[in-house]
Structures are given as structure tokens and as C-alpha cells.
């Protein structure tokens, strides 16, 4: 038996790559900056976000409505589950903290797979330029936090 690929199918896929692909632009930003997490922790942690999140509307339908069954449940635990990775990222050296707004990124980059994932794309997107301003920004206002010649 042949099986097509429906048109609901297609707009998953959708999801998961403009997910995929906000999260490695982000990351590039990162990347540039010579940091420990770039554009394919990026990619991977908005796709992963993004799959997460259509699994669970997706993939537990039949389980709504029963008492102990909460498919929502699964967002949360991509926060934590983020806060956890980006926790790793964080550096103590002396007086200085290093890693903060990677981590943050990670953090932030995660919700908009989540917004792909639900298929609220103009939030996806809106919020995705959102952080590259917050990121490039902050490189005009503060060149000495963003010293590219240290690398």
C-alpha cells in the first residue's frame, strides 16, 4: 500500500524546518562570536523544541480528557529541560560571569521552536527577529563585551 504524504504532514515538516533554520540563524550570531554553543546547538535545540511540541498535540490525542493525561506538560519540561543545557554554559572565572547570554539565547531560541511547533508562525518569526535585534544590538551599544579579536 502506497503511502502519500498528506497536506498536514507538509505543514509539520514546514515547522520543523523554519524552526531548524530561525535556530541556526540565531546561532550564528553566537557562532561569529567564537562561543561554545553556535549554530548547530542552535538548530538542533529550536528543532528539538519544535518536535517536542508537535508530539505533544499531536501524538496524544486520544488521551485528552482522561485525569492523569496532560500533553501540555511536555512544554514545560522543555523549559527545564533547556535551563538544564544552558546551566552548562555558564562559566564562573573569577569575578566574571561567561556564557549568560548564550545560555539565554538557548533559552529563548527553544520557546520559538515551540511557537513552530504549534504553528504560530508569526510569532516564531517576529520573536526570532526579536532576539537577532537584542543580539546585534547590544554588539553596537557594547563593543567591549564583544571583542571579536579575542577569539
Known sequence: ??????????????RLFLAAVVGW???????????AAGTRTFGL?????ALF???SSEGFTEYIGESAADPTRVTSLIVSGIGFLGA???????DKVEGLT????LWAVAAVGMAFGRGLYTLGIFSAILILLLLYTSRWIHPEHHDLDKK
Do not use: C, N, P, W
Open 53 to 55: 511540541a508537535i508530539v
Open 25 to 35: 540563524l540565531i546561532g550564528y550570531e553566537r557562532e561569529v562570536l567564537g562561543k
Open 102 to 105: 548564550t545560555a539565554a539565547g
Open 88 to 94: 552548562g554554559l555558564i562559566i564562573f572565572r573569577g
Open 1 to 14: 500500500m502506497d503511502q502519500v504524504i498528506t497536506i498536514h504532514e507538509l505543514e509539520l515538516f514546514l
Open 45 to 49: 535545540v529550536a528543532l528539538g523544541s
